[in-house]
T-cell receptor
Framework: NAGVMQNPRHLVRRRGQEARLRCSPMKGHSHVYWYRQLPEEGLKFMVYLQKENIIDESGMPKERFSAEFPKEGPSILRIQQVVRGDSAAYFC????????????FGSGTQLSVL | QKEVEQNSGPLSVPEGAIASLNCTYSDRVSQSFFWYRQYSGKSPELIMSIYSNGDKEDGRFTAQLNKASQYVSLLIRDSQPSDSATYLCAVNTGTASKLTFGTGTRLQVTL
């Protein structure tokens, strides 16, 4: 039973490029959460999605960031026109229940912006 | 004031000792509390959850919650070198959406 799969593990982008981060939840999980972890900081909530719906995006920056979880395929976190401050580890977590009582985290994508 | 506060450490304890990790939170409506363990470069892993005042034990781990003092702690008995990691305190304020995490306490268990 595969866990939460994130890819790529490492992503290097130059300023102004786009970054696409992918997350495939555990089998049977239809709830996906994205968190960002900056150096020396805690995990910060970004967005909560169910299949085809954004439930809570209160942690998403207003510009350049978007997320989707289509009916088929992985959840995508998209960052347009990346800046150095976007460099961080981005973790995806999934849950079967639609609560955050037990989140299963992926291995994360380390985004580095040059 | 941060919503969830932890001492960043490192907290150094000898092998076999009890490690005590502490966390305070600011939102009185917080309902559920979690401890995650994160090894360096790895993903967080849930090790304990607690919902009501008092102690909850699971193997070598005990979580303690005091809602009046807005305080939650994690005790690790018989600490092992494999327990060396960063321990993240997380709080749910009642939404299904988000957990609020502290910055974590780095634990070092020495031989």
């Amino acid at each position: 039973n595969a866990g939460v799969m994130q890819n790529p593990r490492h992503l290097v982008r130059r300023r102004g490029q786009e970054a696409r981060l992918r997350c495939s939840p555990m089998k049977g999980h239809s709830h996906v959460y994205w968190y960002r972890q900056l150096p020396e900081e805690g995990l910060k909530f970004m967005v909560y999605l169910q299949k085809e719906n954004i439930i809570d995006e209160s942690g998403m920056p207003k510009e350049r960031f978007s997320a989707e979880f289509p009916k088929e395929g992985p959840s995508i976190l998209r960052i347009q026109q990346v800046v150095r401050g976007d460099s961080a580890a981005y973790f995806c977590a999934s849950s079967p229940w639609g609560t955050n009582e037990k989140l299963f985290f992926g291995s994360g994508t380390q985004l580095s912006v040059l | 004031q941060k919503e969830v506060e932890q001492n960043s450490g490192p907290l150094s304890v000898p092998e076999g000792a009890i490690a005590s990790l502490n966390c305070t939170y600011s939102d009185r409506v917080s309902q559920s509390f979690f401890w995650y363990r994160q090894y360096s470069g790895k993903s967080p892993e849930l090790i304990m959850s607690i919902y009501s005042n008092g102690d909850k034990e699971d193997g070598r781990f005990t979580a303690q919650l005091n809602k009046a003092s807005q305080y939650v702690s994690l005790l690790i008995r018989d600490s092992q070198p494999s327990d060396s990691a960063t321990y993240l305190c997380a709080v749910n304020t009642g939404t299904a959406s988000k957990l609020t995490f502290g910055t974590g306490t780095r634990l070092q268990v020495t031989l």
